[in-house]
């Protein structure tokens, strides 16, 4: 049976469900037909680490993080609403660290080329949404060109995936959460992939990717893979039970909800680029190329926001009636695309260019939140298990820390 085959009030009631007791739907669906037909009492669905269902937030374990390639906080944003505390942050952009500075109050240090160990604390989630580079190394081994062997000696690589890698190295820290192009797997014909897949199993972390759609959350065609890995060295000895989350919306939200009422003329296109682009488009269309712009439909949902939509911003355009040109979508409304809270939304700190690029460049901050608390879920499992070297230690800022036997 489909889920769109059932009834909205009953989809509403495995939602609430879903979020209360922290079930996907499958599990909220078989235990609802458990408990009606009188069998397997005793295999009732409970959330495994708790005897009973908690309130959700209790379900929540602080912890911390770092945010590397931070960009303008998008795992921040989303990482701090569930408990997290950040302990670190990277970015080199002077831009995207104003706006940084303006949403989380702290300006993160520059190149990570130029970070020492020394300087990032303990944490326990490493968070990047690292640039998705070639790795070219010639002539020698892949395992050995990977440095692993060598202690890293990543100098050399000049990749700043291996400065992440050096830095899980010498952190271990239990979880890793890394984020980036849904086609990285293809990238310089799987090679990129295999490179990051290779190293991260030498460093000893069991690793989950899946590539998902923002749309489940918000009204934007926004693919990503997302890579969750877990310290087999120490915290997590065996496989941990972690699964992605579950789209929570079937029908994915419109982009009409994120429109703004009276946007400011100056975000119309000018006539002579309206038919420019027309032309443009038409040219192509006749060569038998793909290449359009594109004209939403407001009750669906965007293509994806690159960093380049400050260019002319063809890839989402909003339409305006016949008689107008149609128009590109507001900052605010970008930041509103993405997810990003009101309180975000509301303080834009740069220029409409750099905020175009900074929000094509981010995270979808519900996508982060809903994988980071599925994290958490498999972070509050484990400190209920006897053999756990994860510990609650530190009291930071009032809040206490994880900390793996350290
Ligand atoms: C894909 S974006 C990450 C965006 C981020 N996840 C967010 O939500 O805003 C990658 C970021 O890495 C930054 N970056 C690239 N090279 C860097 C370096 N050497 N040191 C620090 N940051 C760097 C870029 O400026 C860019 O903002």
């Not at 302990?87 to 002077?94: A, G, K, M, T």
Request: hydrophobic share 35%; aromatic share 10%.
């Amino acid at each position: 049976m489909l889920i769109r085959d059932v009834p909205d009030d009953l989809v509403g009631w495995i939602d609430e469900e879903r979020t209360e007791r922290r079930l996907s739907q499958r599990e909220v669906v078989i235990d609802a037909i458990r408990k009606a037909s009188g069998k397997n009492k005793k295999k009732e669905i409970l959330p495994l680490q708790f005897p009973s269902p908690p309130p959700a937030d209790t379900y929540l374990p602080p912890f911390s993080f770092i945010d590397l390639f931070a960009g303008i906080g998008g795992f921040r944003s989303a990482l701090s609403k569930i408990n997290g505390r950040c302990l670190f942050s990277c970015e080199w952009d002077v831009h995207s660290q104003k706006t940084y500075k303006a949403w989380h109050g702290e300006k993160p240090v520059g190149d990570i080329r130029d970070v020492k160990m020394s300087d990032i604390p303990e944490h326990d989630i490493l968070a990047a949404g690292f640039p998705c580079q070639p790795f070219s190394i010639a002539g020698v081994s892949k395992r050995q060109s990977l440095g692993i062997a060598h202690g890293f000696d990543c100098a050399t690589q000049g990749n700043l995936f291996f400065q992440l890698a050096t830095i899980v190295a010498a952190k271990r820290p239990p979880v890793l959460f890394l984020e980036n192009v849904k086609n990285l797997k293809s990238h310089d014909k799987g090679r990129t992939w295999e490179v990051i897949q290779n190293t991260l199993d030498d460093l000893g972390y069991w690793i989950f990717p899946k590539v998902i759609d923002a749309a489940g959350w918000v009204p934007q065609h926004r693919e990503r893979v997302y890579i969750v890995c877990f310290d087999k060295k120490k915290a997590f000895p065996t496989r941990p039970d972690f699964m992605f989350p579950e789209r929570p919306n079937i029908v994915s939200p419109k982009l009409k909800d994120i429109l703004e009422e009276n946007p400011d003329p100056k975000y119309t296109l000018t006539p002579h680029l309206w038919d420019y682009l027309q032309r443009y488009a038409e040219g192509h269309r006749l060569k038998g190329n793909g290449f359009g712009f594109g004209l939403v439909d407001v009750e669906g949902v965007s293509r994806t926001l690159s960093a380049r939509y400050y260019k002319d911003g063809s890839e989402i355009l909003i339409p305006q009636g016949k008689n107008r040109p149609p128009r590109r979508l507001t900052p605010k409304e970008c930041a509103r695309l993405m997810g990003f809270d009101k309180k975000y939304q509301e303080n834009l700190v740069v220029s409409d260019t750099q905020a175009y690029r900074q929000f094509g460049n981010a995270v979808s901050p519900p996508v982060v939140e809903a994988v980071g608390r599925e994290i958490s879920r498999v972070i509050a499992a484990r400190l209920m298990e006897n053999d756990c070297v994860l510990k609650r230690t530190g009291t930071e800022g009032g809040r206490s820390l994880l900390k793996v036997g350290r």
